[in-house]
């Protein structure tokens, strides 16, 4: 079984899946090459699909915590 690792990028917080047997991974947005660490995996998951979701619920969840800190 293939894990998928939901993994974000150091330098712009960007998310991105990849797979667990990778040890670097390239961010799409700023280009940016990390190595996979334990502290930028933010969720796993068992299929593409399942990381897809994990990463439209993080998204949402961090721009409802963008809605709740304005004044
Ligand atoms: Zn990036």
Redesign the pocket.
């Given at each position: 079984m293939v894990r998928y690792l939901v993994v974000v990028?150091a330098?712009?917080?960007?998310y991105r899946v990849v797979s667990g047997v990778q040890k670097t991974f390239r961010?799409f947005?700023?280009?940016?090459v990390s190595s996979l660490k334990q502290e930028l995996i933010v969720a796993y998951a068992n299929s593409a699909e399942e990381a897809r979701q994990r990463i439209a619920y993080l998204k949402i969840s961090k721009a409802a915590k963008r809605e709740a800190s304005k004044p």
């Open positions: 990028c330098s712009c917080g960007g961010c947005s700023c280009g940016n």
